[in-house]
C-alpha cells in the first residue's frame, strides 16, 4: 500500500488535473531567488540590469571621488648626467655636481637643470605617472625640453624611470634616460644621457612654466645647451 500511495502522489505531480492546476493551488510563501528572473525574461531581467548598472555606477563615482596622489617631486636635487654623444665621432661627456630644481602642480612637473654657477642650460616641463602601488610616492615621468620643436637648435626628451619620493621626507631618488639632439653654427651633435639625482631640499624653487622660461632663454638660443 504504501508504495501504490507514492507512486499516485507522483503521478499527481506529473499529470496535472483539476485539484493540481495553478489555480487551485495556494500561494507558497518563498523567496525570490535572484537568479530565477534572468530565465524569465521581460520586467525582471530589466530590472536586475538597473541594479547592475546602479552598482556600476556608485562604483565609478567611488573611484572619482579618491583624491590624487601624485608622487610629489617639488624641491632641490644634487646629482650628475653622463651623456654618450655622436658628432660624426662617438664622445663621452659628464655633467657631476649638477644642481636640478623641481616645482609641481597636480602631476604637471617644471624642471631646470645643468646649472653652470649662474644659470640654468635646459628647462623642462613635464608629467607625472603614479605608480599602482605606492602612488604617493614611487612612479615615471616624462618630461621635454622647452625649446624643442621640429628644426629648433636644441630638442630633448626625458623619461624619468625610477621616482622614489616618501611622502613628508626630504631623501628622494631621481633616475631618467634622455635622447637630445642640438645644431648650433652648423656644427650638429645628438646623445643619449643617464640621469641621477638626490633631493636635498622640499622648499619649491619656483621654476616657471615653459612659456615663461623659454622666453627668459631666448636671448641664449644661440649657446651650447650642452657643450
Keep these: 500500500m504504501t508504495h501504490s500511495r507514492r507512486?499516485?502522489?507522483?503521478?499527481?505531480?506529473?499529470?496535472?488535473?483539476?485539484?493540481?492546476?495553478?489555480?487551485?493551488?495556494?500561494?507558497?510563501?518563498?523567496?525570490?531567488?535572484?537568479?530565477?528572473?534572468?530565465?524569465?525574461?521581460?520586467?525582471?531581467?530589466?530590472?536586475?540590469?538597473?541594479?547592475?548598472?546602479?552598482?556600476?555606477?556608485?562604483?565609478?563615482?567611488?573611484?572619482?571621488?579618491?583624491?590624487?596622489?601624485?608622487v610629489d617631486l617639488t624641491g632641490e636635487w644634487h646629482?650628475?648626467?653622463?651623456?654618450?654623444?655622436?658628432?660624426?665621432?662617438?664622445?663621452?661627456?659628464?655633467?657631476?655636481?649638477?644642481?636640478?630644481?623641481?616645482?609641481?602642480?597636480?602631476?604637471?612637473?617644471y624642471v631646470s637643470a645643468l646649472f653652470d654657477g649662474a644659470d640654468f642650460a635646459l628647462h623642462y616641463q613635464g608629467n607625472v605617472i603614479d605608480a599602482g602601488k605606492k602612488p604617493s610616492r614611487k612612479g615615471e615621468a616624462s618630461l621635454v625640453e622647452c625649446t624643442s620643436a621640429p628644426g629648433s637648435e636644441y630638442a630633448e626628451t626625458v623619461r624619468a624611470t625610477r621616482l622614489d619620493a616618501k611622502k613628508g621626507a626630504v631623501a628622494a631618488q631621481?633616475?631618467?634616460?634622455?635622447?637630445?639632439?642640438?645644431?648650433?653654427?652648423?656644427?650638429?651633435?645628438?646623445?643619449?644621457?643617464?640621469?641621477?639625482?638626490?633631493?636635498?631640499?622640499?622648499?619649491?624653487p619656483g621654476v616657471g612654466p615653459c612659456a615663461a622660461e623659454a622666453s627668459a632663454s631666448a636671448a641664449d638660443a644661440a649657446v651650447l645647451r650642452r657643450p
Excluded at 11 to 24: C, D, F, I, W
Excluded at 177 to 188: H, L
Design 79 to 109: 646629482g650628475d648626467q653622463v651623456c654618450d654623444r655622436f658628432n660624426g665621432g662617438k664622445f663621452r661627456t659628464d655633467f657631476p655636481d649638477d644642481i636640478m630644481l623641481i616645482s609641481q602642480e597636480g602631476d604637471t612637473v
Design 7 to 70: 507512486c499516485e502522489a507522483d503521478r499527481r505531480r506529473l499529470v496535472p488535473g483539476p485539484e493540481n492546476t495553478p489555480a487551485s493551488r495556494k500561494p507558497e510563501l518563498r523567496q525570490p531567488s535572484p537568479f530565477a528572473s534572468l530565465a524569465s525574461g521581460g520586467n525582471a531581467t530589466m530590472s536586475i540590469q538597473r541594479r547592475l548598472v546602479a552598482v556600476a555606477t556608485a562604483a565609478v563615482v567611488l573611484c572619482i571621488a579618491q583624491p590624487a596622489h601624485a
Design 174 to 204: 631621481f633616475v631618467a634616460t634622455s635622447i637630445y639632439t642640438q645644431m648650433v653654427d652648423e656644427a650638429a651633435d645628438h646623445g643619449t644621457c643617464i640621469w641621477k639625482y638626490t633631493r636635498v631640499s622640499t622648499a619649491d
